[in-house]
């Protein structure tokens, strides 16, 4: 089963930057696409940004030109890098597959943009 540990949310000022990065294990990394994804209140999740396993990465139109995805297979990690943050994008940020693996939704890290 694949598991995934998030970690480098944090509280932030508009305009800063923050690094989350993403374990993954139970899975032979370097042979699957993955996904940054995120939920704010009151909304459902949805994805923000993938990387194949190829690394090539795709963005959602909102956060283009300001996340940055990538990939290390050695550290089995996937990292996603926030610049210019705003206060929308406030939100718990998950990896996973993609497509998602149901039973291998982590904890997330929260992301809080203060104005």
């Known amino acids: 089963q694949v598991h995934v540990v998030e970690s480098g949310g944090g509280l932030v000022q508009a305009g800063g930057s923050l690094r989350l990065s993403c374990t993954v294990s139970?899975?032979?990394?370097?042979?699957?696409?993955m996904a940054w994804y995120r939920q704010a209140p009151g909304k459902q999740r949805g994805l923000v940004a993938s990387i194949s396993r190829f690394s090539t990465p795709l963005y959602v139109d909102s956060v283009k030109g300001r996340f940055t995805v990538s990939r290390n297979n050695a550290k089995n990690t996937v990292y996603l890098e926030i610049n210019s943050l705003k206060p929308e994008d406030t939100a718990v940020y998950y990896c996973?597959?993609?497509?998602?693996?149901?039973?291998?939704w982590g904890q997330g890290t929260q992301v809080t943009v203060s104005s």
């Open positions: 139970g899975v032979i990394f370097s042979s699957i696409a």
């Open positions: 996973n597959t993609n497509p998602p693996i149901g039973a291998s």
